[in-house]
Each structure stands twice: as structure tokens, then as C-alpha cells.
């Protein structure tokens, strides 16, 4: 379908339209899908996002891919009772292709993944998961000695969060007897926040990769128990990473003893 010019309205309503059948989105993720079946323009998404949100049919709300746009009550209404004045043809077609594409950006928006470039030509992976309420539950800086490529990282990452979250849970809180011995580069520090939650700093830097992991707790108690146990088990929750990330250093590259600067 190639795009035409429309009237402001109309490109405002079918941005109202989108967002209503797609659920939250950042601005990447809409441009997108709009992109994708030559809907609406970069430019033109972003004036029409701006407008939106200044008449407060939209709100952003913080996350790490960006902010996400959503319909305020007053965007629900107007989209509501207007949508039919966008062309038939638009309607169907965002109606039939955007359900597939919201699961896609729900599973990115849950589990957002990233790299950065570190001095030394060292490669730091940033993965976090989110809650339903897109609150930060779990942040885990990994570094690893050599730039390997981060190719496939998001899609690995989203696949395997929830197991991972799942299973550092369980070693912190599983008996320190069953493990070997502890690991001395493991250091644990509590960070209580003003809303009464505990962030636990967990890091271990020895043979790559360096990993800093941050735990959002509700109890304060349990975020020290976790932190005494920390030692016993860094090297298994290292391995598992390892494990579910495909983590590869290239070959005759030293492994770096340094850890991931704290969050």
C-alpha cells in the first residue's frame, strides 16, 4: 500500500488506532509497524505523537526501550467514536496485522536487551526484566573480555529471562552447603530505596564474564540473606548465564578479571 498524504485528523485518529490495537508501544516500536505497511512516516509519527500527547490523548510512561505511548481515557473516547472515518481498507489492515505484532513488542518491552562498547575493546551486555507494571524486577550487567558480536541477544534473552530470573532466585536462596566453596571476587551490597524496597548489588568479576546483577526485593531481610549467600553460589548463577546466553570469548583472548561497574 503506498502512503498518501491525509489530513491531520485523520493521521491523528489512526495513531489512536494503532495504539488501541497494538497496547503500549515506544516510539521505535510504532514507527515500525507504521514503516512496515507504509501507514505514516518518521516524521509524521513523531509531530502526531507530540500532539497527541500535549492534547492528553497520550501519555508516555517511562521504560528502558523509551517511553511508551498509551491512550488515555479521552484518546480511548475519541478513537472510539471516530475511527470510522479512517478508510476502511487502514482499519482492516492494522486490525489484522497489529495482534501479531503487540505479542512481539509485549515480549520486548518484558525483556529489553542491550550492548555497549567498553574502553579495552571489552563488550558489556545490559539485559533487564520487567514487571507487569514495567517496573524493573532484575538488571544483569555482563562483560566479556573480547567485542563478540551481540547478534541474537534480544531474542536469546527473551526466550530464556523468565528461566533465569527463576533460577538465580533459587540458588539465593537455596542452602550453602550443597555448593563448594565460596568465591572470594563475590561481593553482595544493599541499596534500600525511599518506596521501602531493597535493591541487592550482587557482582563477580574473576574469569569472564564479569557479571552485576541488581534484584529489586520488597524485604529487607530477605535481600541479606540473599547477599550472605551470594558467594556460594555466583559461579553457578555465571555458568547459567554462560548457558542460556551462548556466551563465547574468542579464541586466545584473555579472560578480563574485572567485573561490570556497579548500577
Keep these: 500500500m503506498s502512503r498518501r498524504l491525509i489530513p491531520d485528523t485523520e493521521a491523528r485518529l489512526l495513531l489512536l488506532l494503532t495504539l488501541r490495537t497494538l497496547g503500549p508501544a515506544s516510539g521505535a516500536q510504532l514507527n515500525a509497524f507504521l514503516t512496515e505497511y507504509d501507514l505514516m512516516g518518521y516524521f509524521d509519527l513523531q509531530l502526531k505523537l507530540g500532539e497527541l500527547t500535549d492534547q492528553l490523548q497520550v501519555t508516555a510512561l517511562p521504560h528502558p526501550l523509551g517511553p511508551l505511548y498509551q491512550l488515555t481515557d479521552e484518546g480511548l473516547f475519541v478513537v472510539n467514536s471516530y475511527a470510522r472515518r479512517i478508510p476502511q481498507s487502514r482499519r482492516e489492515l492494522i486490525e489484522r496485522e497489529a495482534p501479531a505484532w503487540a505479542e512481539r513488542f509485549r515480549l520486548e518491552q518484558q ?149 561490570p561497574a556497579g548500577s
Design 111 to 259: 525483556a529489553p536487551a542491550g550492548t555497549r562498547m567498553l574502553p579495552g575493546r571489552r563488550l558489556m551486555l545490559e539485559l533487564r526484566l520487567m514487571s507487569g507494571r514495567n517496573a524493573e524486577i532484575l538488571l544483569i550487567r555482563l562483560t566479556l573480555a573480547s567485542p563478540t558480536t551481540g547478534a541474537g541477544l534480544q531474542e536469546r534473552w527473551q526466550a530464556a529471562a523468565a528461566e533465569v530470573y527463576a533460577e538465580i532466585m533459587q540458588a539465593l536462596s537455596g542452602d550453602a552447603s550443597e555448593e563448594g566453596g565460596s568465591s572470594p571476587e563475590a561481593e553482595a551490597r544493599l541499596d534500600p530505596q525511599p518506596d521501602g524496597r531493597t535493591l541487592l548489588i550482587l557482582t563477580a568479576g574473576g574469569e569472564a564474564p564479569g557479571v552485576d546483577i541488581t534484584l529489586s526485593l520488597r524485604e529487607e531481610g530477605l535481600a541479606r540473606s540473599y547477599a550472605a549467600r551470594w558467594p556460594f553460589c555466583a559461579k553457578r548463577v555465571k555458568a547459567l548465564l554462560a548457558r542460556e546466553l551462548s556466551l563465547t570469548e574468542k579464541p586466545g583472548q584473555p579472560a578480563s578479571a574485572e567485573a
